[in-house]
């Protein structure tokens, strides 16, 4: 069936360094994506979307890359701060975010301070 | 920025009870709520759409006997978990979808329900 799914589990990194947190999709039509990071205990907060018209947008220390030919993308953290530690899943949505949102698994980064 | 806002945050109920969770949009109007369980170490898992003034979408799996919704206003859907038992405890989910943004969705901070 369909399915958002990510290639790491879990991701340690040390603080200052950069972060990239990989997502795959297995629908082609999906044209609308985001990427949530959600602490324990709390609900999903947003942190950047991107549209299939896209392969690229930037946030604030954040990247998300959209590579459609492959179903893939990527959310990039720069200089990667204990504050950034959660679980991170990525959504993916069609007609242009009008169905709901399909969650891929997670990944969790912890920062190594 | 728009704010969703569940109520209440934790409640613990004892097997065969009702519990109703509240699900507000405090500062947009959301035509379409959608409501979600997450399982500890899981994802989220979206049980139903629910559209103002309309039935709930439910998804495959989903008893919509068992979970009623229900969004009588623009801002106010409700989640009750009838005849609770305890594979019902979860982290229960909702958010809204802007009237004015249809690409947006915003989350409330979830409703941790156990079951006892």
């Known amino acids: 069936g369909e399915s958002v799914g990510l290639h790491l589990p879990t991701l340690s990194v040390q603080e200052g360094d950069n972060s990239i947190i990989n997502c795959a999709y297995s629908?082609?039509?999906?044209?609308?994506f985001i990427w949530y990071k959600q602490e324990s205990g709390k609900g999903p907060q947003f942190i950047i979307d991107i549209r299939s018209n896209m392969d690229k947008r930037q946030g604030q220390r954040v990247t998300v890359l959209l590579n459609k030919t492959v179903k893939h993308l990527s959310l990039q953290i720069a200089a990667t701060q204990p504050g950034d530690s959660a679980v991170y899943f990525c959504?993916?949505?069609?007609?242009?975010?009008?169905?709901?949102?399909?969650f891929g698994k997670g990944t969790r980064l912890s920062v190594i301070a | 920025g728009a704010v969703v806002s569940q109520h209440p945050s934790r409640v613990i109920c004892k097997s065969g009870t009702s519990v109703k969770i509240e699900c507000r949009s405090l500062?947009?109007?959301?035509?379409?709520m959608f409501w979600y369980r997450q399982f500890p170490k899981q994802s989220l898992m979206l049980m139903a759409t629910?559209?103002?003034?309309?039935?709930?979408?439910?998804e495959q799996g989903v008893e919509k006997d068992k979970f009623l919704i229900n969004h009588a206003s623009l801002t106010l859907s409700t989640l009750t978990v009838t005849s609770a038992h305890p594979e019902d405890s979860s982290f229960y989910i909702c958010?809204?979808?802007?009237?004015?943004?249809?690409?947006?969705?915003?989350f409330g901070p979830g409703t941790r329900l156990t079951v006892t």
């Open positions: 959504a993916e949505s069609r007609d242009s975010g009008n169905t709901p949102l399909v």
């Open positions: 629910s559209n103002e003034g309309s039935k709930a979408t439910y």
């Open positions: 500062d947009f109007q959301a035509t379409t």
């Open positions: 629908n082609s039509a999906s044209d609308y």
């Open positions: 958010s809204a979808r802007d009237q004015g943004n249809r690409y947006e969705q915003y």
